[in-house]
């Protein structure tokens, strides 16, 4: 009988091909990554103490937005309704949204007007209620703080209240009847 004997012969490690894949991917998949951007608000909650005092001073007298289920209110001063935004029919879904175009063009018209007076006012608090979605109070926030201008054939964000401060809500007082009267 005859052996025989093979002769184990190390491979050669071939990753030329494999080096070759890598020198092409990966610059392809950092080219085609999305950079996320995260931007910082800065945000301050409203001193309970300042609720408490009533002022006579028009510069320190607050400006409020309230979000409301159906509707958004602009109050100026604090707890006096100046402006009631509706919510309309959006043209792509057809659902109800809240108007932030219009609350952008009425913002707009009370900083006018309070500059007109001599007041310079850069603060707005923003009340809503605890169910209220997150996209719609972000997009309040970008609302109020500033809006689209053109300069000198060019568009830039010119600010309207940047120094934003949330709150909740007041809640209706009125008492609902349960069952029957007795």
Do not use: C, W
Request: glycine share 4%; no cysteine.
């Amino acid at each position: 009988m005859r052996r025989s004997r093979f002769r184990n012969k190390e491979a050669e490690l071939d990753i030329t091909s494999f080096m070759n894949l890598m020198i092409i991917l990966v610059p392809v998949l950092l080219m085609s990554m999305v950079f996320s951007h995260i931007s910082v608000l800065d945000l301050k909650l409203p001193d309970l103490a300042s609720d408490s005092k009533p002022t006579d001073d028009p510069k320190k007298e607050a400006l409020e937005l309230v979000i409301e289920d159906d509707e958004l209110i602009i109050n100026y001063p604090a707890g006096a309704p100046l402006k009631r935004l509706p919510k309309i029919e959006d043209e792509e879904t057809g659902e109800l949204v809240h108007n932030f175009k219009l609350l952008s063009t009425v913002l707009r018209e009370v900083k006018r007007k309070l500059e007109a007076q001599g007041i310079e006012k850069d603060d707005i608090l923003i009340l809503s209620r605890p169910d209220t979605d997150y996209q719609t109070i972000i997009k309040s926030m970008d609302t109020v703080r500033s809006f689209k201008a053109v300069v000198a054939a060019s568009v830039v964000e010119a600010k309207l209240f940047p120094v934003i401060s949330l709150g909740d809500a007041p809640v209706d007082d009125a008492p609902e009847s349960e069952g029957g009267a007795q």
